[in-house]
């Protein structure tokens, strides 16, 4: 049996979501969301560091969804979505998690993680090292990105990549990455 997008959704929403998306990444789409989660965040009372940290991984997040994620599956519904993906934010006692995912090609699941790897074993200077490298040295690829995404998240947040690939079949995995903004760090 393959992997669930709809049990893995489901599995996420906890009840302190404070905003939840699952469909077609579009350009309005993307605009829905920033707008939507902008007001929420910005009604809060935690610090403004923290509300733009929030802000700035989500945009990441969702250039991400938007020019990384693969077509949709043929056995998946809906398959009327160009790109489809998935997006959560929750709120705790000590920060944000921000969650998402996406399907990915099996061919690019091992790039992908090693990429991930490196940063996450990468100490703070390091990573800020390879933020200049790539900003200064990297050509922008075919989809619009120049590989910086994934180390400016961690960059901005101080905390690992959370990530994990699921098998949906023998062509697709489907790909989620979450990461935690803390209040303390934003400080």
Do not use: C, W
């Amino acid at each position: 049996m393959s992997f669930s997008v709809e049990n893995y959704y489901k599995g996420l929403q906890t009840g302190d979501d404070i905003f939840s998306y699952k469909g077609d990444i579009s350009s309005d789409i993307i605009n829905f969301i920033l707008d939507s989660v902008e007001k929420k965040i910005g009604d809060s009372e935690d610090p403004s560091k923290t509300r733009k940290k929030v802000y700035n991984v989500l945009v990441e997040s969702l250039q991400n969804l938007y020019h990384h994620a693969d077509a949709v599956p043929t056995g998946f519904e809906p398959q009327g979505a160009h790109r489809f993906g998935l997006i959560i934010i929750k709120r705790d006692k000590i920060g944000y998690l921000i969650t998402a995912a996406n399907f990915i090609g099996q061919h690019k699941v091992r790039s992908l993680e090693d990429k991930i790897v490196r940063i996450n074993n990468s100490s703070e200077e390091e990573i800020k090292e390879l933020y200049k490298f790539i900003l200064h040295h990297q050509k922008i690829s075919d989809k619009g990105g120049g590989g910086l995404g994934l180390v400016d998240i961690a960059r901005k947040t101080g905390n690992k990549l959370l990530y994990q690939f699921y098998d949906f079949d023998e062509t697709y995995s489907f790909f989620s990455l979450s990461v935690k903004v803390d209040f303390t760090k934003a400080e």
